[in-house]
């Protein structure tokens, strides 16, 4: 149990094709967005679509294969952690970020790509 105390599992499309960036030491980064979709009907029987916007990282091992294999569209399902951070913007106001941090990720079916 000590290890599902963080532990996030989501199941959507990529909004942007990866962000990568190179650190230091070779060692790479992917920051990237999820959008998951929640249905219901309303109380007049619409059909109401919810989407939530994730926004995701991944670190090493895991950014290269987010870099070779996922691109805008793509449907995944991704396994990680929730992590709260903040910084300074350039006006000097401190920002507030959730972020998933993921440790794992598999390719779905679903969305092609359009042209």
């Known amino acids: 149990m000590k290890s599902m105390r963080n532990k ?27 959008a998951t979709n929640e249905s219901y009907y309303n109380a007049s029987g619409d059909k109401i679509t919810d989407t939530q916007w994730h926004q995701l990282v991944a670190w090493g091992k895991v950014a290269e294969r987010v870099e070779k294999l996922l691109k805008k569209g793509t449907e995944v399902a991704i396994e990680g952690k929730l992590v709260n951070r903040s910084y300074e913007d350039k006006a000097g106001n401190k920002r507030y970020i959730t972020e998933v941090v993921v440790n794992d990720f598999l390719l779905l079916g679903g969305k092609k790509e359009t042209n």
């Open 8 to 34: 996030v599992q989501l199941i959507g499309n990529l909004g942007i094709n990866p962000e990568m960036m190179d650190l230091q030491k070779g060692q790479k980064l992917a920051k990237f967005s999820l």
